[in-house]
């Protein structure tokens, strides 16, 4: 079946550093990766997405940064700050192609001041 | 309302019980989806619908039933709770069902005992 796999599943950084999390999929046809951040005891929300046309998306601090040939995409934080803290979930369509999407496992980032 | 809600907010339930979390949206958006969210397993699709009058099954659907009467309303029934449905229940919607961005209600933690 297929797949999206997340990685790290927790990672601590220092207030000012970067922080990277990478996801791979399985299906070589998908085409939109998006990236929600989810607060402690909130809602998913979109922060930043990606279609297949283009290799690297900015917004501020973050970007994004797709391989299609090796299927993998990354989330990148620049300067983090305390607020950045929070579970982070990548995802990617299903093969159905019916805009379903399939979610990673979750990376809990924690920025210390 | 404004944008998605979804009720309750939490719940306890004894184990046998049927039990159905609403879901709704003022957004006039097409899709809906239903997600499970388990600490380690990310978010995984339940059911989902791309308009009024039509369901499909995401990856989880066992135990779990849904309708779309209306734009509107999308509610996830159990129709006896387990224990294993324990987990976080979110909601999302967006306009059709295609790679856009997901919406997503507050949630409901359900807890069967």
């Known amino acids: 079946g297929e797949n999206v796999e997340q990685h790290p599943s927790t990672l601590s950084v220092q207030e000012g550093d970067s922080a990277v999390i990478k996801c791979t999929y399985s299906?070589?046809?998908?085409?939109?990766f998006p990236w929600y951040k989810q607060e402690l005891g909130k809602r998913p929300q979109l922060i930043i997405d990606?279609?297949?046309?283009?290799g690297e998306k900015k917004d501020q601090r973050i970007a994004v940064t797709l391989n299609k040939t090796a299927k993998h995409f990354s989330l990148h934080i620049t300067e983090t700050q305390p607020e950045d803290s929070a579970v982070y979930f990548c995802?990617?369509?299903?093969?159905?192609?019916?805009?379903?999407?399939?979610f990673g496992q979750g990376t809990t980032l924690q920025v210390k001041p | 309302i404004a944008g998605i809600t979804q009720a309750p907010t939490s719940q306890i339930l004894a184990a046998g019980r049927r039990m159905t979390l609403r879901c709704t949206q003022d957004?006039?958006?097409?899709?809906m989806y239903w997600y499970r969210q388990d600490l380690g397993l990310g978010l995984r699709l339940i059911h989902y619908?791309?308009?009024?009058?039509?369901?499909g099954k995401g990856e989880v659907p066992d135990g779990y039933s849904v309708s779309r009467a209306n734009t509107d309303d999308f509610p996830l029934t159990l129709a006896s709770a387990v224990p294993s449905q324990t987990s976080v229940y979110f909601c999302?919607?967006?306009?059709?069902?295609?790679?856009?961005?997901?919406?997503f209600g507050p949630g409901t933690r359900l807890t069967v005992l």
């Open positions: 999302a919607s967006s306009p059709i069902l295609a790679w856009n961005e997901q919406f």
């Open positions: 990606i279609r297949s046309n283009v």
């Open positions: 995802a990617a369509p299903h093969s159905s192609n019916t805009g379903k999407l399939i």
């Open positions: 957004m006039r958006h097409n899709a």
């Open positions: 299906d070589s046809a998908s085409n939109y």
């Open positions: 619908s791309n308009t009024a009058g039509t369901t």
